[in-house]
């Protein structure tokens, strides 16, 4: 642990930070251990990733209240406005406010048809009734 407390110029010594995590010095001369310990950090940090990218049911269900309630804020601005209420208004509404889908779908891919179409049918119909 000494190593880490090591500093040069303020910045913390990475290379020997990673081969405390790795291996003692001194017990590995093949470097076997630094192998196997990029190829752990790597898979690591891979299923990381792929496993961390879909929103849960639970967060998929809090967005779709999410835009409901946004859906409603927007009925009320339109009618504090004036405005009369269609289809098209609040489907371009949509559109202009609601890019931020989280994805349903692992492995990095963007939100599904189906599920990018469940979240406009209900930003638009709390839109139009104004209410959810």
């Known amino acids: 642990m000494l190593i880490l407390m090591k500093e040069k110029t303020g910045r913390i010594l990475w290379k020997e930070f990673l081969s405390v995590l790795a291996f003692r010095e001194g017990t590995n001369k093949s470097g076997f ?9 790597i898979s690591f940090v891979l299923i990381s990733f792929a496993s961390g990218c879909a929103a849960d049911y639970e967060e998929r269900n809090d967005y779709l209240l999410e835009m409901a309630q946004r859906g409603v804020e927007v009925n009320k601005l339109f009618r504090g406005q004036g405005q009369e209420i269609t289809d098209e208004l609040c ?9 931020d889908i989280p994805s349903n779908r692992s492995w990095g891919y963007g939100p599904s048809e189906e599920w990018e179409e469940l979240v406009r049918e209900t930003f638009v119909n709390a839109c139009i009734s104004g209410e959810y």
Do not use: M
Request: glycine share 6%; net charge positive; proline share 0%.
């Open 91 to 99: 489907i371009s509404a949509n559109l202009a406010l609601n890019d």
């Open 33 to 41: 251990g630094k192998l196997l310990f990029t190829r752990f950090f």
